[in-house]
């Protein structure tokens, strides 16, 4: 047996999970967005119809389409930012010489992720909500007048992206972390040694050092922020006035609430295209970065 | 696999086929009935008597939040795994027979001496017939009315509340002007579809036309309607908000806020209980005016139904006419406040001794079936969103009436195919 067949034998396993539970539904998902997958054709095949390319055009028509990505967008441009900055920020602080504890403090900052999201929204719900929550509790203390968090279409995306952030800075965390702790500590005595500040340190030794790190969880943590769904579906429903409609979530109504696969299909494969052009953008800008 | 390994487990397989048949065999009268929400905690205490009167029966009630059960009821559909009996929000049933999944349930109801059709409201009935089939059997019933401060409406100088639109109009325009900055003479929630619904009901169009093939929205009943509506927008006598921004219009209509609030029977328990003892008797029910005198409301409610793949539909069948009992539905209405869909049940003394209920029964022989499509949901969905927009002076009626009927007809194209096909097909 050639080397060949060995390592095709060796990985069939793998492939052959990864084909039924990927690439066929991936596919049959392409297949069902070019028709018209409804109700009618789920009672009887014969009421299938091939629309070709007629669900992508009647999706750009869509005003709640626009809106869901445009709610998405503001999702994903503030909310990754805030994200990795509040990563690096604990990454910082517990990579310090100064920090005690690194490990109980890992542990914590790093529990938000290992929580289940639904049981953890709904808490967020109740300390956000306007009139029992201690959120505006600590308002009143303040002498400030309560906010309507969820209810108020101006501040509940910004209560979502803060939730969002709560839950996933630490694992970009743990990522940026082990990238500090990769940085030879060579460079930071010659610096220091060169009469560098702190700041100076920190802005040519530790982000370029991190460059790749950054890379990776940008694209990872921007391919996840696009797919929000879960957050609003516990927490606000979409709602109010649609203002926290994510594109996912239109989605999740088009195929479940209304059972119109072909056009939830579509939904989801433009949320690909969409994603793949940023991932795309991002990387070429980090390696035009990386030349210059 | 070799031949020979085959035919030694070929007899290991047919004895776990037989196990497995056998095990059906040993529960085969245990009926799975899906219920959902606060109905599904209610009926199980009703079981136990059922079971005692059939010991060959058990019912195992699976207990479904709203929210997922539509969901679930689908998936269900699609891959095979419907329960014997369920409860079905009645506006679903078209849905459910477009595919197919439910018993016609005309043969059993000719031969129950229980379930009796002259009994029932004959609007609520008729939710239950799709395109002439009967498949389902009404359980509760539900409908929009309005609920009235009687005392300011006497301090604004009308001892009743209103029969028609006319003396409706007049009266929640003297309950605005002697109101407080701030408080209206009616909340019409501008995301609730119900409101607008009814008054749409009133008329004599139907709402969809050529066999629910377009949307009928700009047909002069719909627009007077919607007009009658907006108009409530207009002079400030609704505010424009949706029912997120109203936690708790009950106590709002204790203080006065709203004078008129036009909501279903769940509010009676709400209002006994969040309003104090000595204001209990500021508050009353009336049923709806119409454009000329007493006025239709919508339909709604849930109903029974048998699914077509049940093995078991003789007992299901039982168990259907055991909630269809008079004095069983007494006894639900007791432990829920679920009205009642039959006539006799309403004879009851706590139906019949309650003032707040009565304006419900009376708005019950009067009620009306939507269009019985399955896309009437997403329809009136639809409708409601275009509607508040012209609530908030975005659209004129005339606009919003297209604009509706341009959303139905894009929302029908699929049923207008598929009808066409059949009828050339024929």
Same mark, same amino acid.
């Given at each position: 047996?050639?080397?060949?067949?060995?390592?095709?034998?060796?990985?069939?396993? %793998? *492939?052959?999970?990864?084909?039924? &539970?990927?690439? #066929?539904? +991936?596919?049959?998902?392409? =297949?069902? /967005? @070019?028709?018209?997958?409804?109700?009618?054709?789920?009672?009887?095949?014969?009421?299938?119809?091939?629309?070709?390319?007629?669900?992508?055009?009647?999706?750009?028509?869509?005003?709640?389409?626009?809106? %869901? *990505?445009?709610?998405?967008?503001? &999702?994903?441009? #503030?909310? +990754?930012?805030?994200?990795? =900055?509040? /990563? @690096?920020?604990?990454?910082?602080?517990?990579?310090?010489?100064?920090?005690?504890?690194?490990?109980?403090?890992?542990?914590?900052?790093?529990?938000?992720?290992?929580?289940?999201?639904?049981?953890?929204?709904?808490?967020?719900?109740?300390?956000?909500?306007?009139?029992?929550?201690?959120?505006?509790?600590?308002?009143?203390? @303040?002498?400030?007048?309560?906010?309507?968090?969820?209810?108020?279409?101006?501040?509940?995306?910004?209560?979502?992206?803060?939730?969002?952030?709560?839950?996933?800075?630490?694992?970009?965390?743990?990522?940026?972390?082990?990238?500090?702790?990769?940085?030879?500590?060579?460079?930071?005595?010659?610096?220091?040694?060169?009469?560098?500040?702190?700041?100076?340190?920190?802005?040519?030794?530790?982000?370029?050092?991190?460059?790749?790190?950054?890379?990776?969880?940008?694209?990872?943590?921007?391919?996840?922020?696009?797919?929000?769904?879960?957050?609003?579906?516990?927490?606000?429903?979409?709602?109010?006035?649609?203002?926290?409609?994510?594109?996912?979530?239109?989605?999740?109504?088009?195929?479940?609430?209304?059972?119109?696969?072909?056009?939830?299909?579509?939904?989801?494969?433009?949320?690909?295209?969409?994603?793949?052009?940023?991932?795309?953008?991002?990387?070429?800008?980090?390696?035009?970065?990386?030349?210059? | 696999?070799?031949?020979?390994?085959?035919?030694?487990?070929?007899?290991?397989?047919?004895?776990?086929?037989?196990?497995?048949?056998?095990?059906?065999?040993?529960?085969?009268?245990?009926?799975?009935?899906?219920?959902?929400?606060?109905?599904?905690?209610?009926?199980?205490?009703?079981?136990?008597?059922?079971?005692?009167?059939?010991?060959?029966?058990?019912?195992?009630?699976?207990?479904?939040?709203?929210?997922?059960?539509?969901?679930?009821?689908?998936?269900?559909?699609?891959?095979?795994?419907?329960?014997?009996?369920?409860?079905?929000?009645?506006?679903?049933?078209?849905?459910?027979?477009?595919?197919?999944?439910?018993?016609?349930?005309?043969?059993?109801?000719?031969?129950?001496?229980?379930?009796?059709?002259?009994?029932?409201?004959?609007?609520?009935?008729?939710?239950?017939?799709?395109?002439?089939?009967?498949?389902?059997?009404?359980?509760?019933?539900?409908?929009?009315?309005?609920?009235?401060?009687?005392?300011?409406?006497?301090?604004?100088?009308?001892?009743?509340?209103?029969?028609?639109?006319?003396?409706?109009?007049?009266?929640?325009?003297?309950?605005?002007?002697?109101?407080?900055?701030?408080?209206?003479?009616?909340?019409?929630?501008?995301?609730?579809?119900?409101?607008?619904?009814?008054?749409?009901?009133?008329?004599?169009?139907?709402?969809?036309?050529?066999?629910?093939?377009?949307?009928?929205?700009?047909?002069?009943?719909?627009?007077?309607?919607?007009?009658?509506?907006?108009?409530?927008?207009?002079?400030?006598?609704?505010?424009?908000?949706?029912?997120?921004?109203?936690?708790?219009?009950?106590?709002?209509?204790?203080?006065?806020?709203?004078?008129?609030?036009?909501?279903?029977?769940?509010?009676?328990?709400?209002?006994?209980?969040?309003?104090?003892?000595?204001?209990?008797?500021?508050?009353?029910?009336?049923?709806?005016?119409?454009?000329?005198?007493?006025?239709?409301?919508?339909?709604?409610?849930?109903?029974?139904?048998?699914?077509?793949?049940?093995?078991?539909?003789?007992?299901?069948?039982?168990?259907?006419?055991?909630?269809?009992?008079?004095?069983?539905?007494?006894?639900?209405?007791?432990?829920?406040?679920?009205?009642?869909?039959?006539?006799?049940?309403?004879?009851?003394?706590?139906?019949?001794?309650?003032?707040?209920?009565?304006?419900?029964?009376?708005?019950?022989?009067?009620?009306?079936?939507?269009?019985?499509?399955?896309?009437?949901?997403?329809?009136?969905?639809?409708?409601?969103?275009?509607?508040?927009?012209?609530?908030?002076?975005?659209?004129?009626?005339?606009?919003?009436?297209?604009?509706?009927?341009?959303?139905?007809?894009?929302?029908?194209?699929?049923?207008?195919?598929?009808?066409?096909?059949?009828?050339?097909?024929?």
């Amino acid at each position: 047996m050639s080397r060949g067949r060995t390592a095709w034998l060796f990985l069939t396993p %793998a *492939l052959l999970v990864l084909g039924v &539970f990927f690439f #066929v539904p +991936v596919l049959g998902a392409l =297949g069902l /967005s @070019l028709t018209d997958y409804d109700l009618y054709a789920l009672a009887d095949i014969r009421n299938l119809r091939f629309v070709g390319l007629h669900n992508y055009g009647e999706l750009l028509q869509r005003p709640l389409f626009w809106t %869901a *990505l445009g709610n998405t967008f503001y &999702f994903v441009v #503030v909310g +990754v930012p805030l994200s990795i =900055g509040a /990563s @690096l920020g604990t990454a910082l602080l517990l990579n310090s010489p100064l920090a005690r504890m690194k490990a109980f403090h890992r542990t914590v900052l790093f529990a938000p992720v290992v929580t289940t999201v639904v049981a953890v929204a709904v808490i967020w719900r109740y300390l956000f909500n306007t009139r029992y929550g201690l959120v505006n509790h600590a308002l009143a203390v @303040l002498g400030l007048n309560p906010v309507d968090w969820l209810g108020d279409p101006h501040w509940a995306m910004p209560t979502i992206i803060a939730f969002a952030v709560w839950k996933n800075f630490g694992y970009n965390m743990i990522i940026l972390l082990a990238g500090l702790q990769a940085v030879p500590p060579e460079l930071y005595e010659a610096a220091r040694i060169d009469g560098a500040s702190r700041w100076r340190q920190f802005r040519h030794i530790t982000l370029p050092m991190l460059r790749p790190t950054m890379v990776l969880v940008m694209v990872l943590t921007v391919a996840g922020y696009f797919q929000l769904f879960a957050e609003p579906y516990v927490m606000t429903e979409g709602g109010p006035l649609q203002s926290t409609t994510s594109v996912l979530y239109l989605m999740y109504d088009d195929g479940f609430k209304w059972w119109n696969f072909g056009v939830a299909s579509a939904v989801a494969f433009a949320l690909f295209g969409i994603i793949l052009a940023v991932t795309m953008l991002l990387l070429r800008l980090a390696r035009r970065g990386a030349a210059a | 696999m070799s031949r020979r390994r085959w035919r030694l487990l070929a007899p290991a397989l047919l004895l776990v086929g037989i196990a497995a048949c056998r095990g059906d065999h040993d529960d085969r009268h245990t009926l799975t009935f899906w219920a959902m929400g606060r109905e599904s905690e209610a009926v199980a205490q009703l079981m136990p008597a059922f079971e005692r009167e059939h010991p060959d029966i058990r019912v195992d009630v699976q207990q479904l939040p709203w929210k997922a059960a539509h969901q679930k009821l689908l998936t269900a559909i699609a891959g095979d795994t419907t329960p014997d009996v369920a409860q079905l929000g009645n506006t679903w049933l078209a849905e459910m027979c477009a595919l197919d999944a439910l018993e016609p349930l005309q043969p059993y109801v000719e031969r129950s001496r229980v379930v009796q059709p002259a009994d029932y409201f004959p609007g609520i009935w008729a939710t239950n017939r799709i395109d002439g089939t009967l498949v389902g059997i009404p359980w509760y019933v539900d409908t929009r009315l309005l609920f009235y401060r009687k005392d300011l409406l006497a301090a604004a100088g009308f001892d009743a509340p209103p029969r028609d639109w006319a003396a409706w109009s007049r009266q929640l325009a003297a309950l605005q002007a002697q109101a407080a900055p701030d408080h209206y003479a009616i909340l019409l929630p501008t995301n609730e579809f119900e409101q607008l619904l009814s008054l749409a009901l009133q008329q004599d169009e139907p709402l969809l036309r050529d066999g629910g093939r377009y949307g009928n929205f700009e047909s002069a009943g719909f627009k007077r309607a919607l007009a009658f509506y907006v108009e409530r927008f207009k002079r400030h006598e609704a505010p424009l908000l949706a029912n997120t921004e109203v936690p708790n219009p009950w106590a709002e209509v204790g203080r006065g806020v709203y004078a008129f609030y036009f909501s279903g029977p769940w509010n009676i328990g709400e209002f006994r209980q969040r309003l104090p003892a000595s204001r209990q008797d500021e508050w009353a029910t009336a049923p709806l005016p119409g454009p000329h005198g007493p006025g239709a409301g919508i339909a709604s409610g849930s109903s029974l139904v048998i699914f077509r793949h049940s093995p078991r539909k003789a007992q299901a069948w039982l168990l259907i006419e055991y909630l269809s009992r008079p004095e069983v539905q007494q006894q639900f209405y007791a432990l829920l406040g679920d009205m009642p869909p039959r006539r006799s049940a309403w004879r009851g003394d706590a139906l019949r001794g309650d003032p707040a209920v009565q304006a419900f029964h009376e708005q019950l022989e009067r009620v009306k079936p939507t269009p019985p499509v399955p896309e009437w949901e997403r329809i009136v969905t639809e409708m409601q969103l275009v509607a508040a927009r012209a609530a908030h002076g975005e659209l004129t009626v005339d606009q919003a009436a297209a604009e509706i009927d341009r959303r139905t007809d894009a929302i029908l194209a699929k049923r207008r195919w598929m009808l066409d096909r059949a009828g050339r097909a024929r």
